[in-house]
């Protein structure tokens, strides 16, 4: 189940919150869902779909790209 | 019986319209083009006409070989002198795009092949004042160049534009240049940029030249032969030819800047216009010249007539030298209607042409185009198409707009009806680009419409314009023709000097103005015009900083400091009203001051059409016609020629004539002029 | 939130409401163009006009530059959720620049205007313009060494710059106070303002012909419509995961490539372009802004697809972006982007175009020139006294096509700008041009070449002039794809008075990069030579028509040695 919360930061103040898939910064209202057991911010609904179907099945929640990853990416370009 | 004549050389037909000023008869004659031999049309069309060679008092004539020379890029070779390390300036262009999410757009290629841009080494400042000067040394390596190309080119076929940095502060360099390169090369006709386009901004002033250039031996050529023609046939009366601002000019001069001649076939339309406009006492206009490939589409304001210094030949190829203001669009009868990837329907830019033409011409043509859904709709006359000179196929028509009217699950009617709105809202927006995009609004607007294909489509783009009034002309067919004959000659001329409005010299304005004016004078007196001219001043200003000019008037008198603070202040008042706001204390620049003069000729009257008395009233025929909110409606068909003066009809109705045919929609009021041009109240 | 419910528009009357909305901004860019100050605004048409409705979706656009109309709903929708709705009375201008509340780089301002119906606002207009100067660390805003963006300029939260009409002094005197030529920025300001006023008559017309909420509906409608449309489009190509990858040279602080990665998913209807592989952000302005690569990966498609979709926000629903926060695609606080907007940005939409290329061959481009070649200056006018910055721009080839060359000579992906015309440059600035040209063998050989690059040398006439440089592709080339070779590098060199070559910056200033640097001071007598990148050709060159090399060969295009070496030229 996800929310929406309006950011509680003073209007002298910013606080700079990403969402979790997109990476966007989000000015004022958030998204809050619960993604396997951890509390995670979208910009919304739409992220939070994405973040579920695609960034975790294919990704994982704290991806690190690997090593050799320019190679692998030569690999797999047109030519 | 003195008859003066204009003549339209179009793409398909040349058409003649005279008026024998003791009796005020009009004559016309309409002749197929000869665009191998454009004369030969002329001259077809003055024998069609039964005028005598002895009455012909005066002969103007449209022509659009220019147009054609550039739109079919059948021009001269041109050879690009320049300032050396600039002779890329036309291919680099200015590095816009038309589309701006497009890998299929491509940029234009100038009218000169890079190889034909010749650099000279020379160079002016900003001021104008000489940092590299031109040697002799330089100008035998160009001529030496030159020489090459003439072997290469076919013998005529060569002309040269010059376009140095900073001309237009300085020409030295550039007169110097032309004094050379005619002693050399006698037969290469020159032109200079700062003569044809005296502005900053070299890409543009270079486009233009090289305009000019290109189209010089075609018009040179189609001037020779007019005049040996003429001369053939023991043609002495003056003569002349429309430019691109409307008024006309002598063939010498047409020779001599032919690219001011670049609308010439186009103005016609517009300077008739508003003929008929200041007939019916309407001030404010919108012509609609619509014809089978392309509209055109032109603006009187106040009873005058706008006009522009940015026309371009196509996106990126500009023209800077004044036109009237006109915008052309790829939308007419012709025009074919499809379907996008996203499922809407569109129309144009597309168009059918003469061949295949329409489904109904039944020549081989299977994309629905405008003409056949208004053949569907029952607007055209099957029978009576061109006057009956092409029958028109009413069940091909009907199966297109059906098999399309599927595709989007709509009947035949309302398919065609769509085309119809969609074509009609295509023109509605060459209208837009020319009122609303220009803060006028068109409600207040009357359409003139004519050409083929204008007055059926009238009415529906005025009532999508939340226009009022439509005009109809006499002979729609033939209204450019019109234009060049009633077209006056004007003479436009430019001093281009800097000043800001806080160190401004009125004496030395005054002096410049007083010679600028003797000189449009004096060129009106050449072109045979012995009336008193009508001169008028204008400065081109913008704020210190900006970089584009707005034309202000300056009112008439002797330059004072004091005329010259009140045009500083009717700057700021244009600002105002144009953009919404004013700079109040911000230095003004003066870059230009430009005069114009016109000489005013009397403008021949219409005939008169009988009256209810005297004719008979006219008895319509019927025909079912499909009209949006009725269905189809057994609807009065009239013909013109039948309508007395005064007669007036509440729609719907249809009037044909031989080359047009008006639509007249349900509770539409149609009155006839004294002089047979109709207006439809909406 | 409430959205009108009227039944489904005819389609007639949806492409009319498109095409009013485009004349407004086409309007409302013409009036900005006569009526600007800096030539970056009115020859370099380095601007966009738009409306959006009051959710904040893009509604209305014309053919300004991609990465405005792709990043401008950012900032309008987060404008809206800062200070709401409410905040917006008629006659009040808000503006709108900084890069972590949704703008793509600190010089692009978003002025907006809401247009108000039967007394509440309808929507808005806006224009995005990229202010010439607006402080910071160097002369023309362009720090290209700067590590915080707090060294690139002024920064603007959303704030209100006319209340009710009235100027908003306080907040005025701060912006121009904070520019090194406010009377320019008074003056560009001026017409952006303007520009506004404009374009809010037009709508109001519309809006008394339509109303309000019929024409509420047909935006919402057209939104919509575009989406369809980009979904059948995205549809129509074959599923599948394709990969592709660039660099940016170095950062102006170090002296290392960072890289971009993308891997696209293409799965029915929709796209996913994740860029998780990228590198981390740079130090240097190089980073983009999210917004920057989301633009990038919106046009990327756009460039694909049919000419015919109305551009609005609907058409860029199906695209789904996923970044990293801190990296080279998506910058995280305080860094800098200046460069990320104008370099990053052609970098990035020609990764995806590269990518694409694994779903749409023929409809895709090798890589272009790809850098806008930015050179700035400011100094005191030798003959005019007062201070002077300008923002100085090249074009550069577009990559070969499957049925085309590319472009020689044109504006970078991200714009559409035009130049500055010599005459104007001279006048303004105490530079002479002593040449403007295209480079000869610049493109990348293929079935069709890249469009070829432009060199240009200023000569200074003042006796000093501050100038910087944020270029790239100095050190790489833009990719040429299916056998076509990669196109020229550009670069930026230096001929010192009395020197007889051309030499790098880091030679003879010692900078870090030869393509990025600022504050360096030039005197009367250097020159300058900037040389933009050509762009990579598509196909095997071996397969170029003979006509199409022997015409090169006869324009002086290609050398005949290139001719030879690239093409086999026998003849």
């Known amino acids: 189940m996800s929310r929406w919360i309006e950011n509680d930061a003073q209007w002298y103040e910013q606080r700079m919150v990403h969402c979790a898939a997109c990476g966007r910064l989000i000015a004022k209202h958030f998204l809050i869902a619960d993604v396997a057991g951890e509390r995670t911010t979208f910009c919304g609904e739409g992220c939070e779909q994405i973040y579920r179907d695609y960034v975790l099945t294919e990704r994982g929640r704290d991806y690190q790209r690997p090593a050799d990853v320019m190679e692998q990416y030569r690999e797999l370009m047109v030519p | ?682 | 939130m409430p959205t009108q419910q009227l039944e489904q528009i005819d389609s007639v009357t949806l492409s009319v409401v498109n095409n009013a909305f485009v004349n407004v901004c086409r309007e409302m860019g013409t009036a900005m163009m006569r009526t600007s100050y800096s030539p970056i605004f009115n020859e370099g048409l380095d601007f966009s006009c738009m409306m959006f409705n009051t959710r904040g979706d893009l509604i209305g656009q014309a053919e300004f530059c991609p990465t405005m109309l792709g990043s401008c709903q950012y900032a309008m929708k987060w404008m809206l959720d800062e200070v709401g709705l409410d905040a917006f009375g008629p006659g009040d201008v808000y503006i709108h620049n900084d890069p972590y509340r949704g703008q793509n780089h600190l010089p692009e301002h978003l002025v907006v205007k809401a247009v108000f119906w039967e007394g509440k606002p309808w929507g808005f207009v806006g224009n995005v313009a990229h202010v010439g100067e607006v402080g910071g660390m160097a002369p023309g805003s362009f720090a290209a060494d700067a590590t915080e963006v707090y060294q690139e300029g002024l920064r603007l939260p959303p704030i209100k710059i006319m209340d009710g009409g009235e100027y908003v002094r306080d907040l005025w005197k701060v912006i121009l106070s904070n520019h090194r030529t406010p009377k320019t920025s008074w003056g560009d300001y001026h017409a952006m303002i303007g520009s506004l006023h404009v374009a809010e008559a037009r709508v109001l017309e519309l809006l008394e012909k339509y109303g309000g909420d019929f024409l509420s509906a047909a935006s919402d409608q057209l939104l919509d419509y575009s989406e369809r449309f980009m979904r059948a489009e995205i549809a129509e190509m074959p599923d599948g995961v394709y990969y592709a990858q660039d660099c940016m040279e170095d950062d102006g602080i170090t002296d290392k490539p960072y890289w971009m990665r993308l891997k696209l998913t293409i799965k029915g209807d929709e796209a996913i372009c994740d860029w998780l592989d990228s590198d981390d952000q740079a130090r240097g302005p190089i980073n983009a802004t999210f917004v920057v690569t989301a633009a990038s990966c919106y046009s990327g498609f756009l460039h694909v697809i049919s000419d015919d979709i109305p551009i609005n926000s609907g058409a860029y629903r199906p695209i789904r972006i996923v970044t990293r926060p801190g990296s080279l695609v998506n910058v995280k606080h305080p860094g800098p982007s200046v460069g990320g907007n104008t370099e990053t940005h052609p970098h990035i939409q020609n990764v995806v175009l590269r990518a694409l290329a694994g779903a749409v061959p023929d409809r895709i481009s090798a890589a272009e020139g790809a850098s806008s070649c930015n050179f700035l200056f400011g100094g005191f006018h030798p003959e005019y006294g007062d201070y002077y910055t300008n923002y100085h721009i090249e074009g550069s080839g577009w990559g070969g096509t499957v049925d085309h060359d590319g472009n020689d000579v044109l504006c970078p992906n991200n714009g559409n700008c035009r130049n500055t015309p010599v005459e104007i440059l001279e006048t303004k600035y105490p530079f002479v041009v002593s040449e403007y040209r295209i480079r000869n063998d610049s493109a990348g050989a293929g079935r069709f070449r890249g469009g070829l690059a432009s060199s240009r040398v200023f000569r200074v006439t003042a006796p000093e002039i501050t100038i910087n440089a944020l270029f790239d592709r100095t050190k790489t080339q833009g990719p040429g794809i299916f056998g076509g070779e990669p196109g020229t590098s550009s670069g930026i060199f230096i001929k010192k008075k009395g020197d007889t070559e051309f030499r790098r910056f880091s030679e003879v200033f010692g900078t870090v990069s030869d393509s990025k640097f600022t504050r360096v001071i030039v005197t009367e007598g250097d020159e300058i030579m900037l040389n933009s990148a050509g762009a990579g050709g598509y196909g095997n060159p071996l397969e170029r028509a003979r006509d199409l090399v022997e015409e090169d060969l006869r324009q002086g295009f290609i050398s005949r040695d290139a001719a030879v070496k690239s093409y086999g030229y026998q003849g």
């Open chain 2, 1 to 682: 019986m003195p008859v003066r004549i204009g003549i339209d050389t179009g793409g398909t037909f040349t058409d003649l319209i005279g008026v024998d000023e003791a009796t005020n008869r009009l004559v016309i004659a309409k002749t197929p083009s000869t665009p191998r031999r454009p004369v030969e049309a002329v001259m077809n069309a003055i024998e069609n006409s039964g005028v005598t060679n002895d009455a012909i008092a005066a002969l103007s004539i449209g022509t659009t070989v220019a147009t054609n020379a550039l739109l079919t890029r059948r021009g001269a070779n041109v050879i690009y002198v320049t300032t050396a390390g600039f002779e890329d300036i036309p291919h680099i262009q200015r590095m816009n795009r038309k589309l701006h999410f497009s890998l299929k757009w491509r940029k234009p290629k100038p009218l000169v092949e890079r190889r034909n841009c010749l650099g000279v080494v020379e160079r002016l400042d900003f001021h104008g004042r000489v940092l590299i000067p031109l040697e002799v040394a330089t100008l035998e390596a160009l001529a030496t160049d030159i020489e090459a190309r003439r072997t290469e080119y076919p013998e005529g076929s060569l002309a040269i534009a010059v376009c140095l940095l900073f001309s237009y502060v300085n020409p030295d360099h550039e007169l110097r240049l032309r004094d050379f390169l005619r002693n050399r090369f006698p037969d290469i006709p020159v032109s200079l940029s700062h003569e044809v386009a005296p502005i900053w901004r070299e890409y543009e002033r270079g486009s233009t030249v090289i305009a000019d250039s290109y189209v010089k031996p075609i018009m040179q050529e189609y001037v020779s032969t007019t005049r040996d023609a003429l001369e053939a046939e023991h043609l002495q009366m003056p003569w002349s030819l429309m430019k691109s601002n409307g008024g006309k000019t002598t063939a010498e001069s047409a020779e001599a800047e032919p690219i001011k001649l670049l609308l010439s076939g186009l103005a016609g339309g517009i300077i008739a216009g508003h003929y008929f406009g200041q007939l019916l006492g309407l001030d404010n206009l919108v012509t609609l010249d619509m014809g089978g490939t392309s509209c055109d589409v032109g603006l009187i304001r106040g009873g005058k007539i706008g006009y522009s210094t940015n026309f371009e030949i196509e996106f990126g190829l500009p023209v800077a030298t004044p036109t009237i203001d006109l915008t052309t669009i790829g939308a007419g009868g012709g025009s074919i209607a499809w379907i996008d990837k996203g499922g809407l329907l569109r129309v144009g830019p597309q168009s059918a042409g003469a061949d295949p033409g329409p489904v109904c011409y039944d020549a081989g043509g299977t994309e629905v185009t405008v003409t056949d859904a208004n053949l569907v709709l029952g607007r055209l006359n099957p029978g009576y198409f061109l006057g009956g000179k092409i029958g028109l196929n009413v069940a091909k028509a009907e199966q297109a707009l059906t098999q399309l009217g599927e595709r989007l699950g709509l009947d035949k009617h309302a398919a065609a009806q769509a085309v119809v709105d969609i074509a009609n809202e295509n023109m509605a927006n060459a209208i837009r680009v020319l009122s609303i995009d220009r803060g006028l609004d068109p409600r207040e607007f009357a359409l003139v419409a004519f050409g083929g294909a204008g007055p059926l489509s009238a009415c529906d783009i005025a009532t999508k314009m939340g226009m009022t009034k439509v005009v109809v002309p006499v002979y729609p067919g033939l209204t450019s023709a019109f234009g060049a004959l009633i077209a006056e000659p004007k003479v436009n001329k430019v001093w281009s000097k800097h000043f800001r409005s806080d160190s401004t010299d009125a004496e030395t304005v005054d002096r410049h103005l007083k010679d600028l004016v003797a000189g449009v004078i004096t060129e009106l007196r050449a072109e045979g015009f012995a009336g008193e001219p009508t001169v008028s001043r204008s400065v081109s200003m913008r704020y210190w900083g900006q970089n584009y000019e707005q034309d202000v008037p300056m009112p008439d008198g002797e330059v004072t400091p004091e005329l010259l603070d009140r045009t500083l202040d009717e700057f700021h008042r244009v600002h105002e009203q144009f953009y919404g706001y004013s700079i109040s204390g911000e230095t003004i620049e003066l870059i230009r001051f430009n005069v114009e003069a016109t000489g005013h000729t009397s403008i021949p009257s219409l005939p008169s059409l009988p009256t209810n008395g005297h004719a008979p009233t006219p008895t319509p025929t019927t025909r079912p016609v499909f009209f949006q909110g009725h269905g189809v409606v057994d609807c009065p068909i009239l013909q013109r020629d039948d309508l007395p003066a005064g007669f007036r009809l509440t729609g719907p109705a249809i009037v044909e004539e031989v080359v047009s045919t008006t639509l007249v929609h349900p509770g539409q009021r149609l009155d006839v002029h004294p002089t047979g041009v109709m207006t439809i109240t909406l």
